[in-house]
């Protein structure tokens, strides 16, 4: 009964009665409590799976789960569902409400026990989908992978994969495949075999828990930064011979398994490295300039007439670190969000000015990527 009582004050709350009214909670039709629902923070959803069975039910349910995942990400230009999660020095990882950073005189951090950390100090965010976090443990022998979606307090870990023979470098992605409802992380591993490299990719999704070998990357790559999520494919930027002398982006279709090339905008010099990005969940370029870097973004993937010029961001450190420069979030009304090397700068494009914004708590962090508070269980994929 008392279970109950506070299923129905909360009701109360958004449905007062008149004195003169007759109409009770139980006439509420459950289309309606379930659009509630939806749109309110994870936090007071995960307060009421407490309050009552009936509700812990409904908001566990794979169904509900997935509507109010579609409804916060409905609007991309909202930031109230949005965090920052930032991997410090001495094995920490702490994260930070989106909307204080642009609206708030500071930030507030909080701390979070990540997944693995006994087993050592994560050496990468791979990045993040849906409120899901990809985060690496390397090693010489084999690294290890968690999925964790730190808003709930969830996390997997992946079946290990040793690696078969000596390698140059090693390269993951995190993404998800619509067609399959499935979340994956690819892993592309550069061998040197008979003085060529060969580059073995490897796709462990959530659903299979297994990795399996698919058709060898045709591209070269020579670094091993994460691959970039966007519209169901990870993108990469390559080249097609060691001189360097002809790069390009390449894309894998994680629902096809198959390689395409993505056009840059016209201004692309070939013989110049892109610097690839996701911002608002569009694939995005860094161009290098003397004092500044453009940002340029595919409005629709895979269509080059899409791309368009963002912005032209000012150095707000040393030139050198542009390479780092990392667009993490963009407002309609003129301000982007940038990580700058280890520094978040908010660059208001209107007026041409740069703030360095604070936050409690984090003094200095290795990477930072943004994620989606989200009720998305990386269990739930088994």
Not at 339 to 365: A, C, K, Q
């Amino acid at each position: 009964m008392e279970s109950q009582s506070h299923c129905s004050s909360f009701l109360h709350h958004f449905f007062p009665r008149s004195q003169n009214s007759t109409t009770t909670m139980s006439h509420i039709p459950n289309e309606i409590v379930l659009e509630i629902l939806y749109l309110l923070p994870l936090k007071s959803l995960m307060r009421l799976k407490c309050v009552c069975k009936s509700w812990r039910l409904m908001i566990s349910d794979p169904d509900f789960v997935k509507k109010q995942l579609n409804v916060a990400k409905k609007e991309p230009g909202n930031l109230d569902n949005l965090r920052l999660i930032l991997h410090s020095p001495y094995l920490r990882i702490k994260s930070c409400s989106l909307p204080s950073i642009f609206y708030d005189p500071f930030g507030h951090s909080i701390n979070h026990d990540y997944p693995g950390r006994d087993l050592g100090v994560i050496n990468e965010i791979v990045g993040s989908y849906d409120g899901l976090v990809c985060i690496c443990i390397r090693d010489v022998e084999k690294d290890t992978i968690f999925v964790w979606n730190p808003s709930i307090r969830e996390s997997r870990m992946l079946p290990s994969r040793p690696f078969e023979q000596l390698f140059y470098l090693v390269s993951y992605a995190f993404g998800y495949d619509s067609i399959t409802d499935d979340y994956k992380v690819v892993r592309v591993v550069s061998c040197s075999v008979d003085e060529l490299y060969e580059y073995k990719v490897e796709v462990c999704s959530l659903k299979s828990n297994s990795w399996r070998k698919i058709r060898n990357f045709p591209y070269l790559l020579f670094i091993d930064e994460a691959g970039k999520h966007v519209n169901g494919s990870i993108n990469w930027a390559v080249s097609r011979d060691r001189n360097n002398d002809h790069w390009f982006i390449a894309s894998l279709n994680l629902a096809t398994e198959s390689y395409q090339v993505v056009q840059q905008p016209d201004c692309a010099v070939e013989t110049v490295k892109p610097i690839l990005r996701v911002l608002g969940g569009q694939l995005c370029v860094m161009f290098e300039y003397d004092d500044a870097i453009d940002l340029w973004i595919m409005q629709e993937y895979g269509v080059k007439e899409s791309w368009r010029k963002l912005v032209t961001v000012p150095f707000y450190s040393d030139p050198l670190h542009a390479n780092y420069a990392k667009p993490l979030f963009y407002l309609k009304d003129g301000a982007i969000l940038i990580d700058f090397y280890g520094m978040l700068v908010l660059y208001n494009f209107h007026r041409n000015e740069s703030t360095s914004p604070m936050i409690y708590g984090v003094h200095h962090y290795h990477e930072v990527e943004v994620y989606l508070e989200s009720m998305v269980s990386p269990n739930s994929y088994n």
